[in-house]
């Protein structure tokens, strides 16, 4: 059973559109949700992240919205350039359990 | 700044046959982690090391894995009689205090098991 759920599984946009990436989770106590991109070959590296206590968190060019009630939360890229094609992996932290991943969105942006 | 350094890159083993993969944390950090990755599977914690110490190991296959953190400067992770269900990139990435969600991740070890 899937804990933290993306979609859509890949994602394509032109340079200059915004790219959304949808995450939901299922357990209450999750309290912290980190956002990690990955490059073909490398590993993931953390992109931006919030706390459940925040409903926006914004760096540069990426912004998380998050929804408490709703256990949703969503990764936009504003101006999408080529150079953010790669897969993003939107996790969820639990002190005690650790962190859960969901199984990443593949976005492609092309010029 | 070396970032978390994995050791092979891609290792290539025949059915049977033991695996051994390395890893040197971040210098300073105390926590590190073991993941495996799979397209099918995503990203599945292994196991968690803190101050050497093994703190969590809920991920682990219960018979042919082994990890082990001898020192505060490397952890190794041990498959034996691989199989070619365990083909997959074993990532491993380390954190300043624990588990606090903010991995740095080195760039993973790729076994191919024939």
């Known amino acids: 059973q899937q804990q933290v759920r993306q979609s859509p599984q890949s994602l394509t946009v032109w340079e200059g559109e915004t790219a959304i990436l949808n995450c939901s989770y299922e357990?209450?106590?999750?309290?912290?949700f980190p956002w990690y991109q990955q490059f073909p070959g490398e590993g993931p590296a953390l992109l931006i992240s919030i706390l459940s206590v925040s409903d926006k968190k914004e760096d540069g060019r990426f912004t998380i919205f998050f929804n408490k009630r709703e256990k949703k939360l969503s990764l936009h890229i504003a101006d999408s350039q080529p150079g953010d094609s790669a897969t993003y992996f939107c996790a969820a932290l639990n002190y005690a359990q650790g962190l859960t991943f969901g199984l990443g969105t593949r976005v492609s942006v092309f010029p | 700044n070396a970032g978390v350094i994995q050791t092979p890159r891609h290792k290539v083993t025949g059915k049977g046959q033991e695996a051994t993969l390395w890893c040197e944390p971040i210098?300073?950090?105390?926590?590190v982690f073991w993941y495996r990755q799979t397209i099918v599977q995503g990203l599945e914690f292994l196991t968690y090391?803190?101050?050497?110490?093994?703190?969590?190991d809920s991920g682990m296959p219960k018979e042919r894995f082994s990890a082990q953190m001898p020192n505060q400067s490397h952890s190794t992770l041990k498959i034996q009689s691989t199989q070619p269900q365990d083909s997959a990139v074993y990532l491993c990435?380390?954190?300043?205090?624990?588990?606090?969600?903010?991995?740095?991740f080195g760039e993973g070890s790729k076994l191919t098991v024939l």
């Open positions: 990435a380390s954190s300043l205090t624990g588990n606090t969600g903010q991995l740095y």
């Open positions: 210098s300073g950090h105390s926590a």
């Open positions: 090391f803190r101050n050497q110490a093994p703190i969590d």
């Open positions: 357990n209450s106590a999750f309290d912290y």
